[in-house]
């Protein structure tokens, strides 16, 4: 160990900026601010009130992201103060509802990726006369649980919309690869390709390490010769399984569900056959819109039941427009 | 050095056994650093929130951290006696898959798999500390392939019993009501309602505390972390205080396991990875020392406390919550360097 130099350490400081200047990528990078695209104008003169959105979502996930900027372009619009909270972990999910009660918000937009968790503090929600929607993820058991209406796509639906496009292109059998057992919504989208294809195989990957997902893909592609499709259940795990294709030489074709902006790319490109999307940022927005309906005029959108905001198929056909909203992270 | 035999009593008192100074006394316990952490918190989060001191929301506060402070507690008991213990997330939800799918494969009262789970939960104990003490191998490899083990078994046998992902519902069956007003109801106090844990909570810290500073098995605990093979030559027994401080853990996790099952009704299989980590965090922040030997069961309590205090308070902030982990790890950071100075000072400087 050499002694530390002040001397030494202000000369770093004064030149590392200076490389790092001259080190300019002249393509790529953080794009310059075009101004805000959509939002940033004119707000509804109705009082100021305080929803909160309580997701599920596992911190740092780019669906949920898309989520929230819906939600947050409605609030922006509403003139709601958003009140974004999220915990993977049910019981501190339904900790996080009592905490909203406690905050006496005035509308709770809830995930019900575990309703028998969140049950008890949504009836203390109700009984606080505070109105609730959900979004995403619990659209059985929706109305059960105090909400007036749901906002997301059937994920057996969307499964089968795949599965039939898939029958109709002569698919014989698919591998659905599922990247976190365990998972109610992936399992029923799984469940929903094989009712239509019933040479429907299930892998299971580890969605949390990426290199496992591509070496468990690709050994399933090489053990299986006769594979013709495979499904990803999510944007980053198809981006990975594609890597696992060509790693493989398998034949077998790619499709997916939901979105990213490499992903619709890719289906742009042709590599990537379809996908399947639910549209979340549709669910952000429309589920605080409905608060803010509800305070508004005691309006009760859906009439009881789901407004399903999928599943909207995105093949070669519509790629390219729906690209354009996936380079502003709204797709 | 030289050893002069003293026949005589010297007219001084030796220094050892005098009398300290009650604020260094006060200084030198190992939960100092967190209840200054804790204070420095509460004080924070009081002035940025009106809702965080308001009762309902405190005892919101306090119910999370019962649920991580129930744990901490047999998990720094644990660390006082030199192991740790990967697999305590998991096996509270073991625990409670265990009760749940018994009663409901067998349609029988929930109270018989309430007891089938803690005969299971202490089990697992059991089988952590024994293979520690056989094969000499360190808690931290033995525990983690018992993490990895009940992980698994979770996810496989819920789908093979149940069929699903989550155990399916017991709230319709004999005994559900009575279990659940014991593990998972709430009593009103001046008309704020305080979870049942909060009260478990503090029980089981009282009883741990008492066991730690008054009883022979106190000593034990202190010893084996201190020098397991000095504390042997003594003639503490340490392969049964350590087994048993294994069962210990287990005991917790089969009562928090018990409060997840009848708050919920059903559990989620996969659920309780990384949980481990925090109760671990409770008690370091609460000053036990990851090296055994040193800490206490009322510091892991102010840890848990501490955890729930940023957990819930930044939500009441209103902060974008993607930096509470980021402001857990500054807790945990400050909070271990104020009680090693604390330590220091106390330690160094005569009374």
Redesign the interface.
């Known amino acids: 160990m050499t002694k530390f130099s002040w001397r030494k350490t202000a000369l770093m400081a004064a030149v590392v900026p200076m490389l790092a200047l001259s080190a300019c990528s002249s393509t790529g990078g953080k794009p310059a601010d075009a101004g805000n695209a959509g939002g940033g104008g004119q707000v509804v003169n109705t009082p100021r009130m305080k929803v909160a959105l309580i997701t599920h979502a596992p911190?740092?996930d780019t669906f949920w992201d898309t989520v929230r900027k819906g939600a947050q372009e409605a609030a922006d619009k509403d003139n709601v103060?958003l009140?974004?909270?999220?915990d993977p972990?049910?019981?501190?999910q339904?900790?996080?509802i009592?905490?909203a009660i406690?905050?006496?918000v005035d509308g709770i937009a809830v995930t019900l990726a575990?309703p028998?968790?969140l049950k008890?503090s949504l009836k203390k929600a109700t009984a606080a006369g505070i109105p609730v929607v959900s979004l995403n993820a619990g659209e059985s058991v929706s109305t059960q649980l105090g909400a007036f209406t749901h906002f997301g796509s059937n994920e057996q639906l969307a499964g089968q919309a795949v599965g039939e496009k898939l029958a109709a292109q002569g698919a014989k059998h698919p591998i659905c690869v599922i990247q976190?057992?365990?998972?109610?919504g992936l399992?029923a989208r799984c469940a929903g390709v094989k009712a239509k294809v019933p040479g429907t195989e299930i892998l299971y990957v580890n969605g949390a390490d990426m290199t496992a997902v591509q070496s468990t893909a690709t050994a399933k592609l090489q053990a299986s010769k006769d594979a013709d499709v495979i499904i990803g259940l999510g944007a980053p795990i198809t981006l990975t399984l594609l890597k696992a294709v060509s790693t493989a030489g398998s034949s077998a074709k790619v499709a997916s569900f939901d979105l990213n902006r490499e992903l619709a790319q890719k289906i742009v490109d042709g590599s990537v056959m379809f996908t399947v999307d639910q549209q979340p940022w549709l669910q952000g927005y429309s589920a605080i819109d409905a608060l803010w309906q509800s305070k508004r005029g005691g309006f009760k959108i859906g009439g009881g039941q789901a407004v399903l905001t999928g599943p909207a198929i995105i093949d070669e056909s519509n790629a390219a427009d729906v690209l354009k909203f996936a380079e502003q992270g709204i797709r | 050095m030289t050893m002069t035999p003293t026949m005589t009593k010297p007219a001084v008192a030796d220094e050892r056994v005098a009398k300290r100074n009650p604020l260094q006394k006060l200084l030198g316990r190992p939960e100092v650093g967190a209840l200054v952490g804790a204070i420095v918190l509460f004080v924070f989060f009081a002035s940025v929130s009106q809702t965080f001191i308001q009762p309902n929301a405190f005892a919101t506060v306090l119910y999370g951290s019962s649920t991580i402070g129930i744990m901490a507690v047999g998990v720094s008991l644990l660390m006082i006696g030199g192991e740790f213990d990967l697999s305590t997330g998991v096996a509270v939800i073991s625990s409670a898959l265990t009760a749940s799918m018994f009663s409901w494969y067998f349609s029988m009262n929930v109270w018989v798999g309430v007891i089938l789970a803690l005969v299971v939960s202490v089990g697992i104990g059991y089988i952590n500390g024994w293979i520690l003490m056989k094969t000499k191998l360190p808690s931290f490899i033995v525990t983690l392939a018992t993490f990895l083990m009940l992980t698994g078994l979770n996810l496989g046998l819920t789908r093979m019993i149940g069929g699903g992902v989550s155990s399916p519902s017991i709230s319709d069956m004999d005994g559900y009501a009575s279990a659940r007003a014991i593990f998972s109801s709430s009593v009103s106090i001046a008309g704020v309602d305080v979870n049942n844990t909060v009260f478990i909570w503090i029980a089981l810290v009282a009883v741990a505390s008492w066991v730690l500073l008054r009883t022979k098995v106190g000593n034990w605990i202190f010893a084996v972390g201190g020098d397991a093979n000095a504390a042997r030559a003594v003639g503490v027994p340490v392969k049964a205080t350590k087994i048993g401080l294994f069962m210990a853990v287990g005991f917790c996790g089969w009562i928090l396991g018990m409060h997840n099952l009848f708050a919920f009704d059903a559990v989620q299989s996969g659920e309780g990875v990384g949980n481990e980590f925090l109760y671990i965090i409770a008690a370091v922040i609460g000053g036990c020392l990851l090296t055994g030997g040193y800490g206490s069961a009322v510091g892991g309590a102010i840890g848990a406390f501490i955890f729930g205090m940023a957990n819930k308070g930044i939500v009441y902030a209103e902060w974008n919550p993607d930096w509470f982990k980021f402001f857990l790890g500054l807790m945990l950071l400050l909070a271990t360097i104020v009680n090693l100075i604390v330590k220091r000072r106390a330690d160094s400087s005569k009374g």
Do not use: M, P
Not at chain 1, 180 to 184: E, L
């Open positions: 911190a740092g103060e009140l974004y909270t999220n972990e049910a019981g501190r339904s900790q996080l009592q905490q406690d905050q006496k575990t028998d968790a008890d976190a057992q365990g998972h109610v399992e």
